[in-house]
């Protein structure tokens, strides 16, 4: 049996409040494909949630490949600010790239 948060999430009213909140991002998506799946599915409602909610009822339900336009961040120099002090500890190394992880802080 389905806990009683676990329901909540499949709830009707949970599916629409998160309906809104991907619509709003996806019709002002700069990209054509996303604006596009995002307009068939909703030509599809309310059966496309009620596909999701019976396959989350049912615990079955994944995720769709996934695609997407990267955001450029504003105000963001993608330099680390730490807020630490290493003081005396602080030192520079030389890695090989495979060595290094990328990350972006902003």
């Not at 389905?2 to 599916?15: C, F, H, T």
């Not at 990267?70 to 330099?79: E, P, Q, V, W, Y």
């Amino acid at each position: 049996m389905a806990s009683s948060l676990y329901r909540r999430i499949y709830s009707g009213d949970s599916l629409y409040s998160a309906l809104r909140k991907v619509k709003e991002s996806a019709f002002s998506s700069s990209s054509e494909t996303i604006r596009n799946e995002a307009k068939d599915f909703e030509s599809q409602l309310p059966k496309s949630l009620s596909d999701i909610q019976r396959a989350l009822s049912k615990k079955i339900f994944a995720f769709q490949k996934q695609t997407g336009v990267a955001k450029t961040k504003t105000n963001c120099s993608g330099l680390m600010k730490p807020d630490t002090h290493l003081g005396e500890n602080a030192r520079q190394i030389e890695v090989s790239d495979d060595q290094t992880t990328p990350f972006l802080f902003c």
